[in-house]
């Protein structure tokens, strides 16, 4: 399946009936289905995908339980929803999965199929996907106001390439704040940790914040305040994937002049 908005779905489930209720859900919300994944760098393929929901069939708990663990334990995929389901209400069995998995919701397939139940799984999904689109409502008003002077000295720390100090003045900025562009502050400084991180040699830092700050640059607008966030992503990617290319032992031969400035104007 493909989809032109780029949602995804991540599912572990073989049963045949759970992946088709699967399937028409995907077809509901627009999203693509990914059914599997490759063993290695599980966190940053679930950070980079950036699913909708995180779908179990409780039958393989015990299988998935080291997978979901991960992706809950780190700061760049923990906000992903997980929802467990089978074809029961056995509160024992659901009350371990919330333990085991993390589970956010149980979703009772049984009912959905014998009775036509609402919400259905398309429903659950899309009660967290409203929330999010919410925010971004918000986020848009705040994008077309003007930075606050604190955040203009954490850009002005960035491109002086300051970027520990760029990281205090922006955290101060994101306490600051109460309304969802604070996530841009919260990205921007993540990325300037990691750019501060490839500086001092530290290959393994600088990947958890590069991939922590996504969840927090991919939803924001192309421009938000004054800020070229579309061309502050892409050049953050760059480095990210020029880092990677060297790996770990040859991270003393990272080009910085791959850090680029952040690219912005003052609105009065």
Same mark, same amino acid.
């Given at each position: 399946m493909t989809t032109a908005t780029g949602r995804k779905i991540l599912a572990f489930v073989h049963d045949a009936t759970l992946r088709q209720m699967i399937e028409d859900a995907a077809v509901e919300l627009e999203a693509e289905v990914i059914w599997a994944l490759e063993k290695d760098h599980?966190?940053?393929?679930?950070?980079?995908?950036?699913? &909708? #929901?995180?779908?179990?069939?409780? /039958? *393989?708990? @015990?299988?998935?339980?080291?997978?979901?663990q991960g992706l809950k334990a780190s700061p760049a995929t923990r906000r992903v929803p997980v929802i467990a389901f089978d074809y029961h209400s056995d509160e024992e069995i659901i009350r371990k999965a919330a333990v085991t998995i993390?589970?956010?919701?149980?979703?009772?397939?049984?009912?959905?199929?014998?009775?036509?139940?609402?919400?259905? &799984? #398309?429903?659950?999904?899309?009660? /967290? *996907?409203? @929330?999010?689109?919410?925010?971004?409502?918000e986020l848009l008003d705040h994008c077309a106001q003007p930075m606050t002077p604190l955040v203009k000295k954490?850009?002005?720390e960035f491109n002086a390439g300051e970027y520990y100090e760029c990281h205090e003045t922006l955290e101060a900025a994101w306490m600051a704040e109460t309304t969802p562009v604070r996530d841009m502050y919260r990205g921007i400084l993540q990325v300037a940790v990691a750019y501060y991180q490839i500086q001092?040699?530290?290959?393994?830092?600088?990947?958890?914040?590069?991939?922590?700050?996504i969840q927090w640059l991919e939803p924001l607008p192309e421009r938000c305040q004054g800020i070229e966030i579309a061309r502050f992503r892409a050049g953050a990617l760059?480095?990210?994937?020029?880092?990677?290319?060297?790996g770990p032992e040859r991270i003393g031969e990272f080009d910085q002049k791959l850090m680029k400035p952040i690219i912005y104007e003052e609105q009065f």
């Open positions: 599980i966190v940053k393929q679930v950070a980079e995908m950036r699913p &909708l #929901a995180i779908l179990v069939h409780l /039958s *393989l708990m @015990e299988e998935v339980k080291p997978i979901i993390y589970q956010d919701w149980y979703f009772n397939a049984r009912d959905m199929l014998t009775l036509d139940i609402r919400p259905t &799984l #398309a429903g659950m999904i899309r009660n /967290s *996907l409203e @929330e999010t689109e919410a925010d971004s409502q954490g850009l002005e001092r040699g530290n290959y393994n830092g600088a990947m958890k914040l590069f991939l922590r700050s760059q480095a990210r994937l020029a880092m990677e290319a060297l």
